[in-house]
């Protein structure tokens, strides 16, 4: 299993351009999560998923929307990039099952907006 | 879910246990003890958790107090690459929650030679 994948690694946008984040997961997860994290801080929560066709917003959804149409792919998508939005963002997945519902994350997305 | 309290840093010898604490003192009964670690630019990955027992497995041990209000990471013999940031998370299991973490911000672990 390759687990949590994203593309692509590192992207520069000027602002008001937009882009897609993608995410895809292997591991036949119903959970999906997107999260970006600030120099020095912790993660926060944009959207999250609990499953194809179901999507919510997390802590900081404003700039951001997403889809999911299969169980595997959870896309990010930036509208017109700020340079506020300069972040790297993780993409993570778990199984929802009660118990065992750990976490996965993806190697991460830098992106700097210029 | 509750709130957490670590201290932002601490050093251990490469070698010597590194021991984590964490505060949680308005922990709910039904609220589970996370711990993820962030190697620096990778993902977070997770470590261990539990609800009330201490637990152990391959990377660490978990003491949880028996008011449940603080908790210790243990890493038990330390090397270099465990330098990293540990998150201490608490949450809900169960049905109806939708897994999302609350992510405060972590003690670096600076492991030395």
């Known amino acids: 299993n390759a687990g949590v994948t994203q593309t692509p690694k590192f992207r520069i946008l000027k602002i008001g351009q937009s882009m897609t984040l993608q995410c895809t997961q292997d591991m036949n997860h119903n959970y999906m999560y997107w999260y970006r994290q600030d120099p020095g801080m912790g993660l926060k929560l944009i959207y999250y998923s609990v499953g194809a066709g179901i999507t919510d917003k997390g802590e900081v959804p404003n700039g951001y929307n997403v889809s999911r149409s299969t169980t595997e792919d959870f896309p990010l998508r930036l509208e017109l990039a700020a340079p506020s939005q300069t972040s790297v963002y993780f993409c993570?997945?778990?199984?929802?099952?009660?118990?065992?519902?750990?976490?996965?994350f993806g190697p991460g997305t830098r992106l700097t907006v210029l | 879910d509750a709130k957490t309290t670590q201290p932002t840093s601490m050093d251990c010898a490469e070698g010597r246990a590194a021991n984590l604490p964490c505060n949680h003192s308005t922990i709910s009964g039904n609220e589970y003890v996370y711990w993820y670690r962030q190697i620096h630019s990778q993902g977070p990955q997770y470590i261990i958790h539990?609800?009330?027992n201490n637990e152990t497995n391959e990377m660490a041990s978990l003491i949880i107090t028996e008011d449940r209000k603080s908790s210790t990471l243990i890493l038990p013999h330390a090397t270099l690459r465990d330098t990293a940031v540990y998150y201490c998370i608490v949450r809900v299991h169960g049905s109806g929650n939708t897994g999302k973490l609350i992510f405060g911000q972590g003690t670096t672990l600076q492991v030395k030679p």
């Open positions: 993570a997945s778990s199984s929802g099952l009660a118990g065992t519902d750990t976490q996965y």
């Open positions: 539990g609800l009330k």
